[in-house]
């Protein structure tokens, strides 16, 4: 047993501090970013912001919403190749996959039917060897794939996966999510922004990319995953309750709401693999989320934060935002007397 004496932070522990800028109007910013993908050789340009593959959040309908502003949406594992409709863009939207069999077959057929660029590889413990072995077994067979994959959070397993295993982008984080339990229930995690600060340097020294996944509550969240160093950003609640997630409408004291799950709860393995396994727990929670409406009007508040971010910075461009960030750690980070 070792303590790791170094205090680690998430998001609501620091600020941005502003700096002088020369920029006149959220309207001059560009939000667009342009990657080079170390292992597939592939490019890509957009907003890299993209949803969770959750069922409820990754699905054909949020697809249509985030595409038209340049934003990726990670598809669930659970569609089959057959319900994929035609013309697709593939520059925006990426299939996931398990590391079982069942998966590896499906990934073959979906791959086979519609040609897509990127795969994410997906799995709540991204430092196990079969996950590890799964991922070269996708790389040997899809050599110009964009291979995606994870959760870890250190920067040590980040070099692994993308020297040895072939991976372009690391989904880092673990128990951050708001309908995750996983800290609760394992006593494992890492802080958020520590790990995109981590995970980000060992990346960037290889020329690889990493995705934040968790832990974003506002579109300022966004902002200092990005200042410190993600690549892509990846939202789950943000994007939940909205009319492009699947689940049927509840209404409750003249008030509507949708179901929103972790993919590690009980209610996900009643749904897709007949129940909660003996040797296993439940790691999500089940909760209901106020209904918001089309999901254009939170996209349009989530560019607008980060554009608004880019000037107080004096940032010109989303690539420059890293580079002109300096956080301040904070005892509070809002004022809280109206909640």
């Known amino acids: 047993m070792r303590i790791i004496?170094?205090?680690?932070?998430?998001?609501?522990?620091?600020?941005?501090?502003?700096?002088?800028?020369?920029?006149?109007?959220r309207s001059e910013v560009d939000l667009n970013r342009e990657f080079y993908?170390?292992?597939?050789?592939?490019?890509?340009?957009?907003?890299?912001?993209?949803?969770?593959?959750?069922?409820?959040?990754?699905?054909?309908?949020?697809?249509?919403k985030l595409s038209k502003y340049g934003m990726i949406t990670c598809l669930h594992k659970y569609y089959k190749s057959g319900d994929f409709p035609e013309d697709m863009d593939k520059e925006r939207y990426m299939i996931s996959t398990g590391i079982h069999d069942r998966d590896w077959k499906n990934l073959n057929d979906i791959v086979k039917t519609v040609d897509p660029k990127f795969v994410?590889?997906?799995?709540?413990?991204?430092?196990?060897v079969k996950f590890f072995d799964y991922v070269r077994r996708v790389r040997e067979a899809y050599?110009?794939?964009?291979?995606?994959?994870?959760?870890?959070?250190?920067?040590?397993?980040?070099?692994e996966l993308v020297i040895n295993g072939g991976l372009d982008i690391v989904k880092c984080g673990i128990g951050s999510g708001s309908v995750c339990t996983t800290r609760l229930q394992t006593g494992i995690g890492y802080p958020q922004l520590?790990?995109?600060?981590?995970?980000?340097?060992s990346a960037h020294g290889i020329n690889a990319?990493?995705?934040?996944?968790?832990?974003?509550?506002?579109?300022?969240?966004?902002?200092?995953?990005?200042?410190?160093?993600?690549?892509f950003v990846m939202l789950g609640s943000m994007l939940s309750g909205h009319d492009e997630c699947d689940?049927?409408?509840?209404?409750?004291?003249?008030?509507?709401?949708?179901?929103?799950?972790?993919?590690?709860?009980?209610?996900?393995?009643?749904?897709?693999?007949?129940?909660?396994a003996k040797y296993r727990s439940s790691e999500g929670k089940v909760v209901r989320v106020l209904y918001k409406g089309s999901v254009e009007d939170t996209i349009q508040t989530i560019l607008g934060g980060l554009r608004s971010t880019l000037t107080y910075v004096g940032a010109e461009k989303l690539k420059y935002l890293s580079?002109?960030?300096?956080?301040?750690?904070?005892?509070?980070?809002?004022n809280e007397f109206y909640k």
């Open 5 to 25: 004496e170094d205090v680690k932070l998430d998001f609501k522990d620091v600020l941005i501090v502003p700096k002088r800028s020369i920029l006149g109007s």
């Open 209 to 231: 990319h990493i995705i934040s996944d968790g832990g974003i509550q506002y579109s300022g969240d966004i902002a200092k995953a990005i200042g410190g160093g993600a690549d």
């Open 323 to 334: 580079k002109c960030t300096t956080f301040i750690k904070v005892n509070r980070q809002v």
């Open 247 to 276: 689940g049927e409408l509840e209404e409750e004291d003249n008030k509507l709401y949708k179901t929103f799950y972790g993919m590690s709860s009980e209610k996900a393995m009643d749904k897709y693999s007949g129940g909660m």
């Open 37 to 64: 993908f170390r292992n597939s050789r592939q490019k890509w340009s957009g907003v890299p912001i993209l949803s969770t593959n959750m069922d409820t959040i990754g699905t054909f309908e949020m697809y249509e």
């Open 120 to 128: 994410c590889i997906d799995v709540a413990n991204g430092y196990s």
């Open 194 to 201: 520590s790990t995109v600060i981590e995970c980000s340097d």
């Open 143 to 159: 050599p110009d794939l964009v291979l995606v994959g994870g959760n870890i959070v250190t920067g040590e397993m980040v070099e």
